[in-house]
């Protein structure tokens, strides 16, 4: 006895899922059809504007491989930031390595430009 639901129009507390046209409950997070996300969970305590783990990440470990050789004062605290955003949101493992990379662009930035003007 398989009683699937095949309606027509969805009731006021439903909606048609944007990938495969199932009607689902408006709550749903995830079509139960397809599998496909509709609403991201909604952000905890941080104010609307948070970038997502890949743009941290990207933005990271850029201006870490910059800071190596230019401006590491300026692109070491960006990419440990970038860093220390990922850490806390998204990936602590991740977000630690970026860290720390952004960090050792800080001092061998210094280091190497250090070298350089003496
Ligand atoms: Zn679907």
């Known amino acids: 006895m398989s009683a699937k639901q095949t309606k027509e ?60 050789v230019l401006f590491p004062v300026v692109f070491g605290p960006v990419a440990a930031f970038c860093g220390y955003q990922v850490h806390k949101h998204h990936d602590e493992k991740v977000g630690l390595a970026i860290f720390v990379f952004g960090l050792l662009s800080l001092a061998a930035g210094i280091f190497f430009g250090v070298l350089t003007w003496t």
Do not use: W
């Open 9 to 68: 129009t969805p009731d006021s507390d439903e909606q048609y899922c944007s990938s495969c046209g199932e009607i689902i409950k408006r709550e749903a997070e995830i079509c139960p059809e397809c599998g496909v996300r509709h609403r991201s969970p909604p952000d905890e305590d941080d104010s609307g504007t948070e970038l997502s783990m890949n743009a941290y990440a990207s933005i990271g470990l850029i201006s870490g491989a910059i800071g190596f």
